[in-house]
């Protein structure tokens, strides 16, 4: 494979991998908000979540892997992992291993979050909110990438965007909405605890 091809899989990967954990966070916090349609149970969107972070995870891993093999600038495995010490745009290469190190650690404490109290897993896990900026800031700022290109930047201000209006209807002003505060008042039925209800 020319080094040509594996530089453009790894800008394309890298964009691709912006957008797929912009949608990762959004499920995230809608999970955690208990977002539901009638088309969409909770559980339904629990699952996406987890689908949606296998699909990034892949193509970060390709991402990555593709930058590696190039050959065309120096970039080793420990750079992925080891932040600002590659012999590359270390500082935004950096901040892409941070982001790296993050996601490694949210991933684990997934995978184990039977053995783990219910603080340290959400500590781990609200890392996320650290790890989206450094990822943007890893594609906005990689020399010869496609950060200050036009179409990148509406990916950036589109993805920020989603990011904003899922922060303020799940996490910062949850209680505001309609269907929160009909529920509170009990003019909304809440399916499950009616069912234990039942005689």
Do not use: E, N
């Not at 908000?33 to 689908?51: D, M």
């Amino acid at each position: 494979m020319s080094s040509t091809v594996l530089w453009y899989a790894s800008r394309a990967t890298g964009a691709v991998s912006l957008v797929l954990f912009t949608a990762v966070m959004v499920l995230g916090m809608a999970t955690a908000g208990r977002a539901a349609t009638p088309q969409l149970s909770r559980a339904a969107v629990l699952r996406l979540h987890r689908t949606v972070s296998l699909t990034a995870l892949a193509f970060i891993g390709i991402h990555i892997t593709t930058a590696i093999v190039d050959g065309y600038v120096d970039l080793s495995l420990t750079d992925v992992v080891v932040p600002f010490g590659a012999g590359f745009d270390p500082m935004w290469v950096g901040f892409g291993a941070v982001a790296v190190d993050l996601l490694l650690a949210i991933g684990l404490t997934s995978a184990i979050r039977r053995f783990l109290s219910p603080k340290v897993w959400r500590f781990v896990h609200l890392t996320a909110y650290a790890m989206w900026p450094l990822a943007l800031a890893h594609g906005w700022g990689i020399a010869g990438g496609d950060g200050h290109r036009t179409w990148m930047i509406a990916v950036d201000v589109a993805c920020g965007a989603l990011i904003a209006a899922a922060a303020l209807r799940w996490r910062l002003w949850p209680k505001s909405h309609p269907d929160t505060i009909a529920r509170r008042a009990g003019l909304v039925r809440h399916p499950h605890r009616d069912a234990d209800r039942q005689p």
